[in-house]
C-alpha cells in the first residue's frame, strides 16, 4: 500500500506545483498566499508519503484529496484534477490493502511446512 500510496502523493506533489503557476497569474490573488498555500500541500505531500502505514495517515491523505478538489474553487482545473487524484487515492488505498493482504498470506504459506513433510 505504501508503494501506491506514495506514488499517487509524488504525483499530486506535481499537480499542486503546476497549479500554483496558475493560481499565480490570478490579479485577486497575492504571490506569497499562493506559495504559502501551494508550499504547505506540497509539503504535506511529501510528509504523508512517510505515513502512510501510519495511524491517521489515510485519514490524513482524504483530507488532502478534499483540499486538492477544493482548490478548484480557485484554480477551475483543480476540481476535475483534484476528482482524479481522489479516484487514484482510492484505488491506491484499496488496491494496496489487497496486494498487502495477499503477500502476508504468500509468506505465511512459504512459512507453514509441506503437508507431506512429517
Do not use: N
Not at 508519503?49 to 482548490?71: E, H, N, S, Y
Not at 476528482?83 to 504468500?106: C, M, P, Q, T
Request: proline letters at 4%; hydrophobic letters at 60%.
Amino acid at each position: 500500500m505504501r508503494t501506491l500510496c506514495s506514488s499517487t502523493l509524488i504525483g499530486e506533489f506535481f499537480v499542486i506545483g503546476f497549479a500554483g503557476l496558475v493560481a499565480m497569474k490570478d490579479p485577486d490573488l497575492s504571490m506569497a498566499a499562493v506559495w504559502t498555500v501551494s508550499g504547505i500541500a506540497m509539503f504535506l505531500c511529501l510528509v504523508l508519503c512517510g505515513l502512510v502505514t501510519r495511524p491517521g495517515g489515510i485519514a490524513l491523505g482524504w483530507a488532502l484529496q478534499i483540499a486538492l478538489v477544493a482548490a478548484g474553487f480557485v484554480v477551475p482545473t483543480m476540481f476535475f484534477m483534484g476528482a482524479v487524484f481522489a479516484a487514484l487515492w482510492w484505488a491506491s488505498v484499496h488496491y494496496g490493502r489487497k496486494i498487502d493482504e495477499a503477500k502476508a498470506r504468500f509468506a505465511a504459506q512459504a512459512d507453514a511446512p509441506a503437508p507431506d513433510a512429517v
